[in-house]
Nanobody, 127 residues
């Protein structure tokens, strides 16, 4: 049973930074593409970014504009989301996700096919 557990969320002032972590257990970590999504109240889930199996390739949602960085540590079974220059509109529940394939993260209509999801961690950015 693959499980994903996020941590690192919290309250931060606009302009500040946070680093989210997601530990993956129950599977072969290096076999997964890992991604981050977010959902704000009353809004649809939004793709934040993804990182491939080795960490050599990343892709981000348009809104990121260089503010966020995804990384992974295959020795620790952990994926990270470093967020900087945070804005109030970044307030959302951030969830990590894992799937053996890259395409489910890069094609929006395939996102529903992502195999594994975490429960999410709340990020609140105050103005």
């Amino acid at each position: 049973q693959v499980q994903l557990v996020e941590s690192g969320g919290g309250l931060v002032q606009a302009g500040g930074s946070l680093r989210l972590s997601c530990i993956v257990s129950g599977g072969t970590f290096s076999h997964f593409v890992l991604g981050w999504f977010r959902q704000a109240p009353g809004k649809e889930r939004e793709f934040v970014g993804a990182i491939d199996w080795s960490g050599g390739r990343t892709v981000y949602g348009d809104f990121v504009k260089g503010r966020f960085t995804i990384s992974r540590d295959n020795a620790k079974n952990t994926v990270y989301l470093q967020m900087t220059s945070l804005k109030p509109e970044d307030t959302a529940v951030y969830s990590c996700a894992a799937d053996p394939t890259w395409v489910v993260f890069t094609i929006p209509t395939l996102t529903r096919n992502v195999d594994y999801w975490g429960q999410g961690t709340q990020v609140i950015v105050s103005s």
